[in-house]
């Protein structure tokens, strides 16, 4: 079964940390730009942030910039995304998607995926 299966989510403090994991299953992630969006409650999906399929080049918004970090592991055919300094605001069901292209950007989330996961929820609250 071609599929997406994020985890590592959870409730966590303002200011604490996560970090969510995307696995890929009967496909080879390292074919494909990967990336994280999330849906906050009552609000529409948004791209988060993505990262090429070589792993060189990565994105976020700005809204995250300086507190997430992408990374993947294609021998494991894993994503990640390490999320730190989290706000009330960043909750949100947090997806992974992979799409060929365009090229890992602004544009990229844009464009029409090939894959999409479930979602894992991410709850920021004291």
């Known amino acids: 079964q071609l599929q997406l299966v994020e985890s590592g989510g959870g409730l966590v403090q303002p200011g604490g940390s996560l970090r969510l994991s995307c696995a890929a299953s009967?496909?080879?992630?390292?074919?494909?730009?990967i990336g994280w969006f999330r849906q906050p409650p009552g609000k529409e999906r948004e791209g988060v942030s993505c990262?090429?399929?070589?792993?060189?080049?990565?994105h976020y918004v700005d809204s995250v910039k300086g507190r997430f970090t992408i990374s993947r592991d294609n021998a494991k055919n894993r994503v990640y995304l390490q999320m730190n300094s989290l706000k009330p605001e960043d909750t949100a069901v947090y997806y992974c998607?992979?799409?060929?292209?365009?090229?890992?950007?602004?544009?990229?989330?844009?464009?029409?995926?090939?894959?999409w996961g479930k979602g894992t929820l991410v709850t920021v609250s004291s």
């Open positions: 009967g496909f080879t992630v390292g074919y494909y730009h």
């Open positions: 998607a992979a799409g060929a292209s365009p090229p890992c950007g602004s544009s990229w989330y844009y464009s029409g995926m090939r894959y």
């Open positions: 990262i090429s399929s070589s792993g060189g080049t990565t």
